[in-house]
């Protein structure tokens, strides 16, 4: 089943409990975190993080855009992120595998993340490390309500090939650009988590939309 995790990036933040609210039919609810570093521009941290785990009972996917992830990865942990995605370009390799380890020591879902420039090739050694899930960018990180970049649909088929013979458990969560018509070819091409944020917040009903993303 598709698993749809709306992005508050695009809800009104002086109402985020209410935000929260109308999303509530959602499976993931989808934070995004930037530090003026790794992208140009600066959105949530720690303690939004904690402030919204005291308001929702609903899996916290937190998407880590910023610069050596692993020095957050505890504190996210404490404040109640069900999951943490790293980029692999945000690091090193042994030190976004240090990440992941300790993901995993502090009992939280660990995931890998690629821009849109980085080869599907580049997960291999993640999933040999047993991922819980790959994030596939299909815009540059930054901003929401940008254009699907539709050159990344191969890239997602070939990362579904993988974890089909590597780690046949592991999600694969698609983000950027997701609308009803982008939704279809991101399934068809093999994600299972589509995180949306414009065409959810951005609709009247957002429960009839997240529905209709479900396909
Ligand atoms: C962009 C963020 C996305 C963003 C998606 O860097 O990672 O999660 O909120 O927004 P839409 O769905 O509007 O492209
Ligand atoms: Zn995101």
Redesign the pocket.
């Known amino acids: 089943m598709v698993k749809i995790a709306p ?4 809800a009104d933040f002086c109402s985020l409990d209410r935000e929260i609210r109308r999303v509530s039919t959602a499976d993931w609810l ?1 934070v ?1 975190v ?1 530090d003026g570093m790794f ?1 140009p ?1 600066i959105t949530i941290g720690v303690p939004v993080v904690d402030a919204i785990r005291k308001h929702t009972d609903l899996f916290l996917d937190v ?1 880590l ?1 910023v610069e050596k992830p692993g020095r957050y990865v505890e504190a996210f942990a404490r404040a109640g992120a069900d999951l943490l995605s790293v980029h692999l370009e945000a690091d090193l390799p042994p030190a976004i595998h240090d990440a992941l380890r300790a993901m995993e020591a502090n009992g939280v879902k660990k995931a890998v993340a690629l821009r849109p420039i980085t080869a599907a090739e580049a997960v291999l050694p993640y999933l040999e490390e047993g991922v819980d899930l790959v994030l596939v ?10 254009k ?1 970049m539709t050159d990344q649909l191969a890239k997602i088929r070939t990362i579904r090939s993988y974890i089909d013979r590597y780690q046949p458990g592991c999600d694969l969560e698609v ?5 009803l018509e982008t939704a279809k070819l991101v399934t068809e091409a093999g994600a299972n988590v589509l ?8 609709a009247a009903d957002p429960a009839a939309m997240i529905a209709a993303l479900r396909g």
């Open positions: 992005s508050i990036l695009s989808h995004d930037m992208v521009n998407h855009m960018m299909t815009v540059e990180p930054g901003f929401g309500g940008q699907f983000d950027g650009g997701i609308n995180v949306a944020g414009s065409a959810v917040y951005g």
